[in-house]
C-alpha cells in the first residue's frame, strides 16, 4: 500500500528537542517534494517545511525558521524534522505529506498524508 | 506575508449545492487547491491546480480560481461531506493555508 508513516513525536519541556520521521512505502520516494504540515488543537493547517527530491531547496515558515531543518534520506525512503527550541506553540499534530506530481510536473498540492505524529510542549 | 481568508462556516441542506470561497492578493495568479479535513483524519485532496480533481473525488467537487477569489462547490451536498474544508496555494516558494470553512449539513 502507498502509505506514509511518521513517528517520533511526543511531550518534551520547553526549549528541548523532538526528531520526527516519516517512512514512505510503495512510491518512488526520491522523486517527491516533501513536507511537514501541522495543526494545533482547535486550528488550521500550517505548512511548517518542504523538501525538494534532491534536498536543494527547503522551505520553513517564519514561525519555525532558526529552530526546526528539516532533511531526507532517499536511501531510506524516510524524510526527517529536527525540531529543537520548542515552544508551546509547536504543541500541534504533525503530518507528513507528499506533493502531488502529473507526469513529471509538480502541483504544489499534497496528495498523500500520513496520519500524524502529536507533540506537545508543555512544562 | 501572503494570507488566504475563508468564512469560517457555511451550512447547506442536503441535495443542495455549497459554495465556499477563499480570497487572497491576484490568488487567480496561483495555483489554488482544496482540501477536506474530517475530526481524526489526515487531510483529503479534493482539488488542485484550482479545478481538477484527483481519482476517487466525486464529480460533485468542483473549484474556479479568478482575480482574488477561489471557490469551491459541492453540487448534491451530502451528509458525509461535512467536514471542514482549507484552501491552499504557494506564494514566494511559501505554503500557504487558508483558515479553514466548516462545512454543516443540516
Known amino acids: 500500500e502507498v502509505q506514509l508513516v511518521e513517528s517520533g513525536g511526543g511531550l518534551v519541556k520547553p526549549g528541548g528537542s523532538l526528531r520526527l520521521s516519516c517512512g514512505a512505502s510503495?512510491?518512488?520516494?526520491?522523486?517527491?517534494?516533501m513536507a511537514w504540515v501541522r495543526q494545533a488543537p482547535g486550528k488550521g493547517l500550517e505548512c511548517v517545511s518542504s523538501?525538494?527530491?534532491?534536498?536543494?531547496?527547503?522551505y520553513y515558515a517564519d514561525s519555525v525558521k532558526g529552530r526546526f531543518t528539516l532533511s531526507r534520506d532517499n536511501a531510506k525512503n524516510s524524510v526527517y524534522l529536527q525540531m529543537n527550541s520548542l515552544r508551546a506553540e509547536d504543541t500541534a499534530l504533525y503530518y507528513c505529506?507528499?506533493?502531488?506530481?502529473?507526469?513529471?510536473?509538480?502541483?504544489?498540492?499534497?496528495?498523500?498524508w500520513g496520519q500524524g505524529t502529536m507533540v506537545t510542549v508543555s512544562s | 506575508s501572503y494570507e488566504l481568508t475563508q468564512p469560517p462556516s457555511v451550512s447547506v441542506s442536503p441535495g443542495q449545492m455549497a459554495s465556499m470561497s477563499c480570497s487572497g492578493d491576484?490568488?487567480?495568479?496561483?495555483?489554488c487547491c482544496w482540501y477536506q479535513k474530517k475530526p481524526g483524519q489526515a487531510p483529503v485532496l479534493v482539488i488542485y491546480?484550482?479545478?481538477k480533481r484527483p481519482s476517487g473525488i466525486p464529480e460533485r467537487f468542483s473549484g474556479s480560481n479568478s482575480g482574488n477569489t477561489a471557490t469551491l462547490t459541492i453540487s448534491g451536498t451530502q451528509a458525509m461531506d461535512e467536514a471542514d474544508y482549507y484552501c491552499q496555494a504557494w506564494d514566494s516558494s511559501t505554503g500557504v493555508f487558508g483558515g479553514g470553512t466548516r462545512l454543516t449539513v443540516l
Open positions: 491546480q484550482d479545478t
Open positions: 505529506a507528499r506533493e502531488l506530481r502529473v507526469g513529471p510536473l509538480t502541483t504544489g498540492a499534497f496528495d498523500l
Open positions: 523538501i525538494i527530491s534532491s534536498s536543494n531547496y527547503i
Open positions: 510503495r512510491f518512488t520516494f526520491s522523486t517527491y517534494t
Open positions: 491576484k490568488l487567480g495568479d496561483k495555483y
